[in-house]
Structure formats: C-alpha cells, structure tokens
C-alpha cells in the first residue's frame, strides 16, 4: 500500500533518544494529515536500542523496525530502508535528536514546489568547534570537485521523491554525495536551513578516520558522475600526461644521440622516457577496455514521465 511519506531513520545505540523522536515525529505528521511509516533501521545496535523500537511498534502499527546482524554503516541503513519506503515522499533523518521533525513539512513543502531532493543546511550547527571547521572545508571541496553547490551535504536530514531513492544505490560512504548522485541522474536538487539540536544523549559515531574514507568516496563519486560512460577520457588524460614528456625528452636524447653523437645509454633521462611512455600506452590501453565494458552495457535512464 502506498503511503504519502515514509522517515526512514538509521540508528545504533540510540535507546534514550528513540521514544522521544517518535513523539515528535507524530506530533508534526497528524498535524499534516498524512498517512505515512516510521522505518527504523538499527544498524547493529549493543544497547536497548531494538526493545525500544519494539515498544513503540507494539503501540503503533505506522512503526516498521529492520535490525542488522551487525554495524554496516550508514550507507547500508539507508539504501536497505530506499528499496523498503512505500511514501510517494521519503525523508530520512539521524535518530540522534539533532534533526528537529518540525522541519519536515517545509521540506515537504519545497517537494511540492517541483524539486526531486531537498537537502537540510545545518546552518546554525550546534557541534563541537572542530567538527565544524572540518565540516566548511569538506563541503567547500564537494562543491568544487562535483559542481554541486550546497552548503551541507552531510546532513542527514533529507526529503526525497520515490522515484529518487528508487533509482540511487549508496554503499560504503556514499550517503554523504547522494545530492551529487541525484543530480547526475537529472534529478533537481535544492537545500533549505534547518534548525539543529545539541546532543543531549549518547555519544556521535564518526571519528577522525571518516576524512580519509570521505575523500575516497568523494574521488569514487568524481569518477562515477563524470567517467563512467567515458573512461578512456580519464585514463587516456593520464596517459597523454605521461606520454608527452615521454616523447618530447626521447626527441632531447635522439638529438643528443643522432645529432650531436654523444653516448645516451648511462643517462637517468633514457629510463625515465621508457617509463613514462610505457605507464602512458598502459593507461590509454586501459581507457580502450573500460570503453569496451562500457558500451556492452545499457545506460540506466530514469525516465521522469512518458505521455501518450
């Protein structure tokens, strides 16, 4: 059964904050009229976090609860709750108490105004000093790098159209470039502000570590939106970069050799043009197969509406 909205909320240890966000959850959504789903994901929780969540469902049927064998990130919580959402809108949000439900029909609001994902802006971040200014300088480089300007693409608290989560798959730490990945597939992206708590229970589960796996993901998403269809435009490059100084510093010996009969066969030059001139036949040779790959495969068209 279709439903208008489904919230789809990773958690993992999060007992002391679940029933309080439900409440708040359903205050703003019967004040909307809206029938709707409350999807908990508990990704691998070791407190009460699951018998919480069981309380509430035993209360109220609009509550749905998957638990994992294990933590498997955020990622997987969300694209596990995208192929289970039944709402025509999915919004999704931390269960940390940080996201405040109340901005949930604004977003839904700006849904209706023709967008396809509205993305929250943290603007007024209640998070520690160091988390901030990591945050600025990460989402500068995102918007740099991918050519998508928000301002906060690792908020969580998001609202999107079915056909959106239907046709995006996230994995490993993807979930923080999904507007980039939306706006590859042609969907339109905007953000508003919204308001952000202080955590009052529990701890944050991000460490320091989640920057260097943030920037590898934000090199996998690069790769993804532009090369995917074109490697050999991206290996190629490469090759074309090592090839060149290859042959111009191969003619600077052969003039040596040739023209000025000077011995050639000691110098560090004659190994560093074989080096680079094999390193660029190898990376444009890897374009040709990528290209091959590629075009044995069917482009995944999202088809927005089809009148007849």
């Known amino acids: 059964m279709d439903l208008d909205l489904s919230v789809i909320i990773p958690v993992c240890d999060e007992e002391k904050n679940i029933a309080l966000l439900h409440k708040k959850i359903v205050e703003t959504l019967k004040k909307e009229k809206l029938s709707y ?3 908990f994901i508990d990704d691998g929780s070791t407190d009460n976090t699951f018998a919480e969540i069981k309380k509430l ?14 933590n498997f990130g955020k990622a997987a919580a969300l694209n596990h709750g995208f192929m289970h ?19 949930i029909p604004r977003m839904i609001k700006k849904i209706n105004e023709g967008y396809d994902l509205v993305s929250g802006w943290k603007q007024k971040r209640k998070d520690l000093p160091t ?11 995102t918007s740099f790098i991918c050519g998508v300007h928000l301002h906060d693409f690792n908020c969580g608290f998001k609202a999107y159209r079915r056909i959106v989560v239907k046709n995006i798959k996230v994995y490993g730490e993807l979930h923080r470039y999904i507007p ?7 969907f339109r992206v905007t953000e508003i502000p919204v308001e952000h708590h ?29 090369f995917t269809k074109r490697p050999l435009h991206f290996f190629g490059s490469i090759g074309l970069f090592c090839i060149i100084p290859g042959i111009i510093i191969g003619g600077y010996l052969s003039y040596l050799r040739f ?7 000691d110098r560090p030059l004659l ?9 660029g036949v190898q990376f444009i040779s890897l374009g040709l197969l990528g290209e091959l790959f590629t075009s044995s495969k069917d482009e995944h068209i999202v088809i927005r509406r089809e009148i007849r």
């Open 37 to 39: 789903e409350i999807l």
């Open 57 to 70: 469902r035993n209360k109220d049927d609009n509550v749905r609860v998957i638990e994992f064998m294990r």
């Open 85 to 103: 959402a039944q709402g025509d809108i999915v919004v999704t949000m931390d269960g940390d108490l940080q996201d405040d439900p109340k901005e």
């Open 131 to 141: 988390k901030k200014i990591t945050s600025f300088f990460y989402n500068r480089l």
């Open 180 to 186: 980039v990945l939306a706006t590859w597939k042609g």
């Open 198 to 226: 202080s955590r009052k229970f529990g701890h944050s589960k991000y460490g320091a570590g989640r920057i260097i796996r943030g920037f590898f993901d934000l090199l996998t998403v690069k790769f993804l939106t532009k």
């Open 259 to 265: 023209g000025l009969n000077e011995k050639i066969g």
């Open 271 to 279: 190994l560093l043009t074989i080096l680079l001139i094999i390193l």
